[in-house]
């Protein structure tokens, strides 16, 4: 799970095990992930998950997903989540 939000909403809540890459900082980070699994990525409601999709792909990442409806989704689910680092 790669969340691409920024640090202050990471910090407020987020899915626990998953990674903070901010949209901000992927370009310069992209090294960072693993080539070779599956990367889910989400922020609040999809929108920059979207937007960190489409430069991986351009980059040439493969199996990586955008989570539709972001975190917002994942709490009305049920999901489990967390606060701080």
Known sequence: ??????TAEWLEIHIPGATLIPLD???AR???LP????????CRTGN????ALDS????????IFSMEGGIQD???AG????AGE
Do not use: C, F, P
Not at 56 to 63: C, N, P, V, W
Not at 79 to 82: H, Q, R
């Open 1 to 6: 799970m790669l969340d691409v939000r920024t």
């Open 25 to 27: 900082e992927l370009r």
């Open 30 to 32: 992209m090294n960072e």
């Open 35 to 42: 080539a070779d699994e599956i990367i889910v990525i989400y």
């Open 48 to 51: 920059r998950s979207s937007q």
């Open 56 to 63: 991986l792909l351009k980059a040439g990442h493969s199996d």
């Open 74 to 76: 994942w709490i009305a």
């Open 79 to 82: 999901y489990d989540i967390e």
